[in-house]
Nanobody, 115 residues
Framework: QVQLVESGGGLVQPGGSLRLSCAAS????????MGWYRQAPGKQREAVAI???????SYSDSAKGRFTISRDNAKNTVYLQMNSLRPEDTAVYYC?????????WGQGTQVTVSS
């Protein structure tokens, strides 16, 4: 059974920074994709940043230039460094692990950007 545990969310002022972490445990195929998604109230869940185990990265337009995704394959952990946060970044952030034929989600961590 694969489990994903996120951490690092919280309340931050506009312009501030947060670093999210997501650790995967269990039987994990080495070739996989890990990524961050978010869902704001009343909106659909959207992809923020995705990184393959081979190092290929993609960002949403809103994340480009402000957020950085990285991962430690040995620890099956993915990070999201978020800088220059804006009120519109407020959402529950979810981690997802995708392997051939399956995907797993974390429980989510709340990020609130407010003065």
């Amino acid at each position: 059974q694969v489990q994903l545990v996120e951490s690092g969310g919280g309340l931050v002022q506009p312009g501030g920074s947060l670093r999210l972490s997501c650790a995967a445990s269990g039987s994990i195929v080495s070739i996989n994709t890990m990524g961050w998604y978010r869902q704001a109230p009343g909106k659909q869940r959207e992809a923020v940043a995705i990184m393959t185990s081979g190092g290929t990265i993609s960002y949403s337009d809103s994340a480009k230039g402000r957020f950085t995704i990285s991962r430690d394959n040995a620890k099956n952990t993915v990070y999201l460094q978020m800088n220059s946060l804006r009120p519109e970044d407020t959402a529950v952030y979810y981690c997802k692990l995708r392997v051939p034929g399956k995907e797993y989600w974390g429980q989510g961590t709340q990020v609130t950007v407010s003065s």
